[in-house]
């Protein structure tokens, strides 16, 4: 009896501390999940841009009233939805161009005043209206990828127009990668990206040169300076939307700011780059 007592004794404690070495375990590998990044870690001696990694595409529609210079990149190790998505924003944005381009024209044709002679489509290829797309890619290898697309042209009126949109991927887990997730650890992320960014863009465009100030009325310059001071911050305030186009490297994150949200025309479309750190 009593030597079934201590098997039965020696069992339960065998199983006691199997649990708590699991448990501790667990806790363990928790902790690290919690305090992570997202891991930006390449192969050794691999670029930021592998050559091989994309191709570039190019597209050149046969229209009456636009001329194309169509590029962009479908990247060999993304899912196929991932280049898809690319494909489809330029080619929604070829087909929303053509139609305002059609109407623009014919707005043309229809008030011309006389001696004009404005034909009904542009005789020339020089005559018609424009649209393009190119991107830069920062990162394209075995891990990430990080690219911009800008896309734009001109459709009549003032002057043209161009846009930006960005895309971050993890090769390994085919995935998107949004903002957030380059913060895991770091809830105050958009008050980094605010501070950082009014910082720099403060800097580019409010500092006036001496020669600046002799030559301006100080009322207009301090006037353009509080309205150049009031967008900078109007578009820096800490949302998502504010700091949506980035692509980043290990250490590095670089903001893009679209056309009019932290200026006037102008300006165009300011850039600041923000250490991960």
Request: proline letters at 2%.
């Given at each position: 009896?009593?030597?079934?007592?201590?098997?039965?004794?020696?069992?339960?404690v065998i199983l006691v501390s199997f649990y708590y070495?699991?448990?501790k375990s667990g806790q363990r590998e928790e902790i690290v999940v919690e305090e992570k990044n997202l891991p930006v870690i390449l192969n050794e001696n691999e670029e930021l841009v592998t050559a091989d990694s994309f191709e570039t595409k190019v597209l050149n529609p046969n229209n009456a009233y636009v001329k194309f210079d169509v590029r962009y990149p479908s990247f060999k190790k993304a899912?196929?939805?991932?280049?898809?998505?690319?494909?489809?924003?330029?080619?929604?944005?070829?087909?929303?161009?053509?139609?305002i381009s059609k109407d623009s024209w014919?707005?043309?044709y229809d008030t011309q005043t006389e001696g004009e002679n404005i034909k009904e489509t542009p005789e020339k290829e020089e005559d018609k209206f424009a649209f393009f797309s190119h991107f830069e890619i920062i990162q394209?290898?075995?891990?990430?990828?990080?690219?911009?697309?800008?896309?734009?042209?001109?459709?009549?009126?003032?002057?043209?127009?161009?846009?930006?949109?960005s895309y971050n991927y993890d090769v390994k887990n085919q995935k998107i990668i949004n903002l957030k997730d380059l913060f895991s650890n770091d809830k105050d992320y958009l008050k980094i990206l605010s501070d950082q960014s009014r910082v720099q863009l403060k800097k580019?465009?409010?500092?006036i040169s001496e020669e600046e100030k002799k030559s301006s009325?100080?009322?207009?310059?301090?006037?353009?300076?509080?309205?150049?001071?009031?967008?900078?911050?109007?578009?820096?305030?800490q949302n998502e939307e504010n700091f949506k186009v980035f692509t980043f490297t290990p250490d590095k994150i670089k903001i893009y700011f679209g056309q009019y949200q932290v200026g006037p025309y102008a300006?165009?479309?300011?850039e600041v780059e923000i250490d991960k750190n």
């Open positions: 009896m009593k030597k079934n007592l201590t098997i039965i004794f020696l069992v339960v070495i699991y448990k899912d196929d939805n991932f280049n898809l998505e690319i494909e489809n924003v330029i080619k929604g944005q070829i087909d929303e161009h053509m139609v014919q707005a043309r394209s290898n075995s891990t990430y990828i990080s690219f911009v697309l800008k896309y734009g042209g001109f459709s009549g009126g003032a002057h043209g127009y161009e846009n930006i949109v580019q465009f409010t500092t009325d100080p009322e207009a310059l301090k006037e353009s300076i509080k309205s150049m001071i009031e967008m900078i911050e109007s578009g820096t305030e300006i165009g479309m300011p």
